[in-house]
């Protein structure tokens, strides 16, 4: 699970970390209108790639794709606008594929809280899975959310749009709208 710090020293900076395995991911300012943003990674297996010397370029790549997903994640949710329509749809019931899932309306804490995790799990650089959505309820007193419910709950989730399947993976990612709307909500 990540672990986010937000420190304060002296001299007027603010760091704030994101840890997430073998990864920290650094936002800091760098005077009053500078921001600088990092990634460190403590041990190289983290990327799933080759560590000899002659793959750096592929380890920096990843690097670069991993801080990419990172700041878009900052600037989607930054940048979080909804509208009248789209939070009376958010209650419409949606089909994906022949299946029928029930809307989102936000009346309800678990669907609240359902977004709070989504929103959670979106800075996961390889993405998340329903087990990992199981673990962010289950943490927000939902002692009885099983498998199955993550699973629908999954299922609502993609056919609203908030998150999409990863290609070619068993993992899933926030969506640029699904970001928007699950922060404004």
Do not use: W
């Not at 209108?33 to 002659?54: I, M, Q, W, Y």
């Not at 029930?102 to 804490?109: C, I």
């Not at 799990?121 to 309820?137: R, T």
Request: with cysteine; aromatic share 8%.
């Amino acid at each position: 699970a990540p672990e986010v710090q937000v420190q304060t020293p002296d001299y007027n900076l603010t760091v704030f970390k994101i840890h997430v395995g073998k990864l920290t991911l650094k936002l800091y300012d760098k005077g009053e209108r500078t921001l600088g943003a990092e990634v460190v990674v403590h041990n190289t297996k983290e990327l799933g790639c080759n560590r000899s010397l002659e793959y750096f370029e592929d380890m920096v790549g990843k690097l670069n794709d991993v801080m990419g997903s990172f700041m878009d994640n900052i600037t989607y949710a930054h940048a979080a606008i909804i509208d009248d329509a789209t939070m009376e749809n958010l209650s419409t019931p949606v089909k994906t594929g022949k299946t029928r899932v029930a809307g989102m309306p936000l009346t309800s804490t678990r669907n609240v809280a359902l977004m709070e995790s989504a929103l959670a799990l979106m800075i996961y650089p390889k993405g998340f899975c329903c087990n990992d959505l199981k673990e962010k309820m289950q943490k927000k007193g939902y002692k009885d959310y099983n498998i199955n419910n993550a699973r629908y709950d999954m299922q609502k989730l993609k056919g609203k749009k908030f998150v999409e399947k990863i290609k070619g993976k068993q993992k899933n990612k926030a969506t640029k709208q699904g970001i928007q709307i699950m922060s404004a909500a």
